[in-house]
């Protein structure tokens, strides 16, 4: 079963705040200098702010015309729209493991506009320690969709959105491959990895790692963690949240100048 959700009264990611509206959520920490190291599922109806909200401010000083001129890349934070992901599989790599349960949360401005979920029936035997890891049974995935039913609207609810993932090249290596094994063409998705970018803005005096679980921990995030695809991307939603703050209180408000941060960003032609 695949689920689409439209909350009725769109969530902030951080209690009601946008990105940058609020103070970090521990000492101020500067980020580290650049490195340079070498059933088909609904489709989504975002949701418009109830008239309890207000709406989204508009940047200032940034007409209609000139913001559709605008990439992505050159577009603050403010005004982009992530697609949180998160996938669960029966082993580490593409063409030896498949995936079991899929996930994504869009997110704008620290608001979420809807969720999708579904699990997948990968067509082979879920191995017992994954079982133990996820929780996610064979007995559980027997009625679930298979991935050509499932991936086409995954795609159209993350269309036009920045992807993001912890640990990004594990979870777009599985969908790249999915896309090739259901044959659709990848489209291009500009890819931010949390994994990454906490590691260039988190102290080792705060945090021991930068795992999802313990990121999740320090933030306070209002999922935890729990190795099932839609918490996760809950999780790395509220994350994302956090550290788009960290970054625009140091004056970084767009993707662009992310590019020196190595594997931070990966562009569409990546």
Same mark, same amino acid.
């Given at each position: 079963?695949?689920?689409?959700?439209?909350?009725?009264?769109?969530?902030?990611?951080?209690?009601?705040?946008?990105?940058?509206?609020?103070?970090?959520?521990?000492?101020?920490?500067?980020?580290?200098?650049?490195?340079?190291?070498?059933?088909?599922?609904?489709?989504?109806?975002?949701?418009?702010?109830?008239?309890?909200?207000?709406?989204? $401010?508009?940047?200032? !000083?940034?007409?209609? #015309? *000139?913001? /559709? =001129?605008?990439?992505? @890349?050159?577009?603050? +934070?403010?005004? %982009?729209?992530?697609?949180?992901?998160?996938?669960?599989?029966?082993?580490?790599?593409?063409?030896?493991?498949?995936?079991?349960?899929?996930?994504?949360?869009?997110?704008?401005?620290?608001?979420?506009?809807?969720?999708?979920?579904?699990?997948?029936?990968?067509?082979?035997?879920?191995?017992?320690?994954?079982?133990?890891?996820?929780?996610?049974?064979?007995?559980?995935?027997?009625?679930?969709?298979?991935?050509?039913?499932?991936?086409?609207?995954?795609?159209?609810?993350?269309?036009?959105?920045?992807?993001?993932?912890?640990?990004? $090249?594990?979870?777009? !290596?599985?969908?790249? #491959? *999915?896309? /090739? =094994?259901?044959?659709? @063409?990848?489209?291009? +998705?500009?890819? %931010?990895?949390?994994?990454?970018?906490?590691?260039?803005?988190?102290?080792?005096?705060?945090?021991?790692?930068?795992?999802?679980?313990?990121?999740?921990?320090?933030?306070?995030?209002?999922?935890?963690?729990?190795?099932?695809?839609?918490?996760?991307?809950?999780?790395?939603?509220?994350?994302?949240?956090?550290?788009?703050?960290?970054?625009?209180?140091?004056?970084?408000?767009?993707?662009?100048?992310?590019?020196?941060?190595?594997?931070?960003?990966?562009?569409?032609?990546?």
């Amino acid at each position: 079963m695949v689920s689409v959700t439209r909350p009725n009264v769109i969530a902030q990611a951080m209690g009601g705040h946008g990105y940058g509206a609020a103070p970090l959520a521990r000492g101020e920490m500067a980020p580290r200098e650049p490195t340079r190291e070498a059933a088909a599922p609904r489709k989504l109806a975002l949701v418009k702010p109830t008239a309890a909200e207000p709406a989204e $401010p508009k940047p200032a !000083g940034l007409e209609p #015309a *000139a913001q /559709a =001129e605008l990439t992505q @890349a050159e577009l603050e +934070f403010m005004e %982009l729209e992530f697609a949180v992901i998160d996938l669960e599989t029966t082993g580490w790599a593409p063409g030896v493991a498949a995936i079991t349960e899929v996930a994504a949360v869009r997110v704008r401005n620290g608001r979420r506009l809807g969720e999708f979920a579904s699990l997948v029936n990968p067509g082979v035997p879920v191995p017992l320690g994954i079982e133990d890891l996820t929780g996610i049974s064979d007995w559980m995935l027997a009625a679930a969709p298979r991935l050509p039913a499932v991936l086409p609207g995954l795609l159209d609810f993350a269309d036009g959105c920045v992807l993001v993932a912890h640990n990004a $090249p594990f979870d777009i !290596g599985f969908l790249r #491959a *999915a896309c /090739a =094994e259901c044959g659709l @063409a990848w489209p291009g +998705f500009t890819v %931010l990895d949390t994994v990454m970018l906490a590691r260039q803005l988190m102290d080792p005096d705060e945090v021991p790692d930068c795992k999802l679980g313990t990121l999740a921990g320090f933030f306070r995030a209002r999922t935890t963690p729990s190795h099932r695809a839609l918490a996760d991307a809950r999780a790395t939603a509220d994350v994302l949240g956090w550290l788009i703050r960290r970054l625009t209180h140091h004056g970084i408000r767009t993707l662009d100048q992310l590019r020196d941060w190595a594997d931070v960003v990966a562009s569409p032609s990546a």
